[in-house]
């Protein structure tokens, strides 16, 4: 099976464009499209339109109540008002149930959409190979789990709560505008000794009113799209700098760098509390808008119904019933208005989610014009090394044997100056980098096993870290025990079952070792070490390469070092050298992948012409 090809042939991906809010919603319904449970979110959006619709059609009942109500006040009718206290009862009922299973569905939603969308970036992310390369993306690669984690919650909250509150406001907007213009007929004025009437006097009031406050808050409020992107680029930069920080302790507390530390933080956090107080300034000044127009709305269906009431062509109750639908309707046009900050937090978020969703696409056009290695995986029982060539950083390197097979069982040593890349070697045999040219002829995968320097631990148990993955419960406790005492680490033997953070709880030489313990449970045929006992003093290495003939015979033994002087355990030694010609930089598919308006210095550039530390 070939896993990839001589050259890429798509072209590489460029950063997302921001695109207008319907693009956005586009691209977002598509992620939605690829989800497992796309079925029942549409079951959930179709049952939350059902509640909304019939929600509207009370309010309507609602607002027809409000005439005979009072009316039936004014004129101290008191049979009448106990009669539509009655079917007040019957409607209020109606509307709890209606408004409780509104919320619920509504809650229901928002886990709905999170669980949808996650899954999908999960899906993504964690295709073979992609964790890694995505490293490579430049600066949208810098912190998954905030884009996958907190900026999903939060754009699934917020997708849900503008949605249905744009349902709802047009709901009420159909149907309000229809009784508000039928009402409009009971308001007169008089003119030159009679009276008139405006059709539609009372709507053309009200879009009149929500335009005027809509066009300010949207002029106030605009700076606040750029600021929120802004915020959350700053928010996950300082979120970085504090795990890099935590990651790095023992080295800060080592060098005395804590000082140093605190001051980058504080930077960063100073950059944080300068965009926040901007904002802050900026909602504020929104606020005194939305707010003024709020208080406005309650005096103002009154003033403009008014010449109707005091001539004489409305009743109380009539002036009650058009006052109630002109704040229905001004409730549904100002909507924009109540959610003009929200929706800028909407815009940014979601630009964050569709970028790296779009970063996670454009991975395999990474490098697109750079020549591949072919890696083809068959039935053999060799590994062929053809002409192979690696793309570094600035340069190239090769192994400098043309062709090379290595049978079972034979134990071969790469060797390589500092910066020969022999760590690059290992990752292009396993498929990591494919960025150079020649070939790689493999067994199958899963006779292979990569043991890079700091080895993979799961945070479980420690048997599961131990178990085989294809057959975890094929290993007995006895050949895990006795593998921990050939490693020696019997000390942890009767830990099996203890849960933990293993790459923290143990030191680098004692998680070396549990890889091997592992390795000898096993029982690959083919074996990769990149520095996989550099930690190791010389006795413990030299236990750990005799397990390799006393425990695994037939298991060939690739591994790289800076020289192979001294070392009997491997028959062969090949030699990875520079090759001095430029190589073509990889254009990154993540640079900028920010709203355009957050623009913030680019990273200093990498290896391969991608930004971010040298890789090895």
């Not at 917020?158 to 505008?177: C, E, H, P, R």
């Not at 002029?219 to 996950?236: D, I, K, T």
């Not at 804590?258 to 802050?280: D, H, K």
């Not at 690959?524 to 550099?534: I, N, Q």
Request: net charge positive; aromatic share 8%.
């Amino acid at each position: 099976m070939t896993t990839d090809h001589d050259r890429a042939g798509a072209p590489a991906s460029g950063p997302m464009p921001a695109g207008s809010p319907l693009a956005q919603i586009r691209r977002g319904l598509a992620i939605l499209g690829r989800s497992a449970i796309r079925t029942r979110l549409a079951v959930l959006a179709i049952a939350i339109v059902a509640v909304v619709v019939a929600n509207a059609a009370a309010q309507i009942a609602l607002n027809a109540w409000y005439r005979p109500f009072y009316n039936a006040l004014e004129q101290k009718d008191g049979g009448a008002f106990l009669d539509q206290l009655v079917v007040f009862a019957g409607i209020a009922t109606v509307l709890l149930l209606l408004v409780v299973s509104q919320t619920w569905l509504h809650e229901r939603l928002k886990i709905r959409l999170r669980q949808a969308v996650t899954e999908v970036l999960l899906d993504e992310w964690l295709k073979p190979k992609r964790p890694y390369q995505l490293a490579l993306a430049g600066e949208i690669a810098v912190n998954p789990d905030q884009r996958i984690q907190e900026d999903v919650r939060h754009v699934a909250e917020l997708s849900a709560d503008l949605a249905v509150g744009l349902l709802q406001a047009t709901l009420l907007l159909l149907t309000f505008v229809g009784v508000l213009w039928m009402l409009s007929a009971e308001i007169a004025f008089p003119f030159r000794g009679t009276t008139v009437t405006i059709p539609g006097y009372m709507v053309w009031c009200a879009l009149l009113y929500a335009a005027l406050g809509s066009g300010l808050s949207w002029l106030v409020g605009r700076p606040l799209v750029r600021l929120n992107a802004e915020r959350y680029s700053r928010e996950a930069e300082f979120r970085f700098a504090i795990v890099r920080a935590s990651e790095n302790a023992e080295g800060i507390g080592l060098n005395a760098a804590e000082a140093e530390e605190r001051r980058r933080l504080g930077a960063e956090l100073g950059s944080v509390l300068a965009i926040s107080r901007r904002l802050a300034g900026a909602l504020v000044r929104l606020t005194w808008v939305t707010s003024g127009y709020g208080w406005l709305a309650i005096v103002v269906p009154i003033l403009v119904a008014a010449p109707g009431y005091f001539g004489g062509t409305l009743t109380f109750g009539g002036l009650m019933m058009v006052a109630n639908a002109f704040s229905q309707v001004q409730q549904a046009l100002r909507w924009f208005i109540d959610n003009l900050a929200r929706i800028a937090d909407w815009r940014a978020t979601v630009f964050r989610v569709l970028a790296f969703d779009h970063a996670l696409g454009g991975i395999a056009a990474l490098g697109a014009g750079v020549e591949r290695i072919r890696v083809t995986e068959q039935a053999t029982e060799t590994i062929r090394f053809d002409d192979l060539e690696l793309a570094l950083a600035r340069d190239r390197s090769r192994l400098e044997e043309r062709h090379v097979e290595i049978a079972p069982g034979e134990h071969v040593l790469v060797v390589g100056e500092p910066g020969a890349g022999k760590s690059t070697f290992v990752r292009a045999v396993a498929g990591l980098w494919p960025w150079g040219s020649g070939e790689v002829r493999l067994p199958s995968r899963g006779e292979i096993m990569f043991m890079p320097e700091r080895p993979y631990l799961l945070p479980d148990s420690l048997r599961t870290v131990l178990a085989p993955p294809a057959d975890p419960d094929r290993t007995g406790e006895d050949a895990m025990r006795r593998a921990l005492e050939c490693t020696g680490l019997g000390h942890l033997a009767g830990s099996l079952d203890r849960r933990a953070r293993w790459d923290r709880e143990l030191t680098l030489s004692e998680q070396q070792r549990l890889a091997v313990a592992r390795m000898l449970l096993r029982k690959p045929r083919w074996v990769f070490l990149d520095e996989a006992t550099s930690a190791l003093d010389r006795d413990r290495r030299q236990l750990v390469l005799s397990l390799f003939q006393t425990e695994l015979p037939g298991t060939a033994v690739v591994s790289t070092s800076r020289s192979g002087a001294g070392d009997a355990f491997f028959g062969r030694t090949l030699h990875l050298v520079r090759v001095p010609q430029p190589s073509p930089a990889i254009p990154e598919i993540g640079k900028e992948h920010r709203h355009p308006a957050a623009k913030s210095p680019p990273p200093a550039p990498g290896p391969l012409g991608l930004p971010g530390p040298a890789l090895p």
